[in-house]
């Protein structure tokens, strides 16, 4: 991100994702900028769920605010929304696609999900994976920590340091 200003994101000009010049005014298929909330906490993770009608919202997780949606117009225009409070990544390594949900480390050490659950209403729901390695998780530290999904076996594991070690151990 831009150290300088942690809660913008930028994007490209539709259809070249190389070219992030634009107007100001901003005009149809150019590149841009956007201030995600308020400002104050950055921008820790990006990640694209599948929405219930099939399109796709760019996730953007902030450390411990927010997590907003994305979509973007045909013409390139962004539109954001504020989707959770309360929550969010502490890295974007520790933000992974599993299934058809996102599974994430919160700044309490606890392991979400955040997903579209069928037969329940359009809303993001999320849930807490971590409940029964709770006892566990405050004495470690996620911050240098990583997530991975295995598909074919469907899992997903997390490693992370103790406080105080070097190593993830």
């Not at 010049?21 to 769920?49: E, M, N, Q, Y």
Request: proline share 4%.
């Amino acid at each position: 991100g831009d150290p300088a200003a942690p809660a913008t994101l930028y994007y490209s000009k539709t259809g070249d994702p190389l070219d992030f010049r634009f107007s100001s005014p901003r005009v149809a298929d150019d590149g841009g900028s956007i201030t995600i909330g308020d400002g104050g906490d950055a921008i820790t993770s990006l990640k694209s769920l599948i929405t219930p009608d099939g399109s796709s919202t760019l996730l953007v997780f902030k450390k411990s605010s927010r997590i907003y949606g994305i979509t973007f117009a045909t013409d390139g225009t962004p539109a954001v929304k504020e989707l959770k409070k309360d929550t969010g990544a502490i890295t974007d390594r520790t933000t992974i696609e599993f299934e058809n949900d996102i599974m994430y480390v919160d700044d309490g050490n606890n392991v979400q999900t955040l997903g579209f659950k069928q037969n329940i209403t359009n809303d993001l729901q999320k849930d807490q994976a971590s409940n029964q390695i709770d006892d566990a998780t405050p004495d470690l530290d996620f911050t240098a920590g990583a997530g991975f999904y295995f598909k074919r076996k469907k899992f997903a594991i997390f490693c992370a340091k103790s406080f105080g070690s070097d190593i993830n151990d």
